[in-house]
């Protein structure tokens, strides 16, 4: 498979990735400042399982980055990430405040 080839199925599972409102508000929270699940938590008001998922799907992407403080874990987009300066674009349009009122948390999928 050529490079070319492979770089669009990347490109392709990076939007999908961020298809999802959730991720695309963690993303820009997480460009911000370090966050814990527990914040995210509190945030979406939505399940501490729901939120791992998410977080899991973000590191499993290599896009974000976890520093433990005792038995804190912080969050933070990985700048050394192959895609930084994409994601960067991706999320940089993103209004978080007006993102965290049109969200509907009941309707969200991982």
Aim: hydrophobic residues 40%; charged residues 30%.
């Amino acid at each position: 498979m050529s490079q070319q080839i492979e770089y669009s199925h990347e490109l392709a599972d990076l939007y999908r990735l961020f298809g999802d409102r959730t991720r695309l508000i963690m993303a820009k929270k997480m460009s911000e400042e370090e966050w814990t699940v527990s914040e995210f938590v509190q945030l979406f008001s939505i399940s501490q399982p729901l939120v791992s998922q998410h977080i899991k799907k973000l590191k499993t992407a290599d896009l974000i980055t976890e520093q433990r403080q005792g038995k804190r874990i912080l969050y933070k987009l990985n700048e050394q990430a192959e895609n930084y300066d994409l994601v960067l674009k991706i999320i940089a349009p993103l209004k978080v405040k007006d993102a965290e009122k049109a969200m509907n948390y009941e309707t969200v999928n991982v």
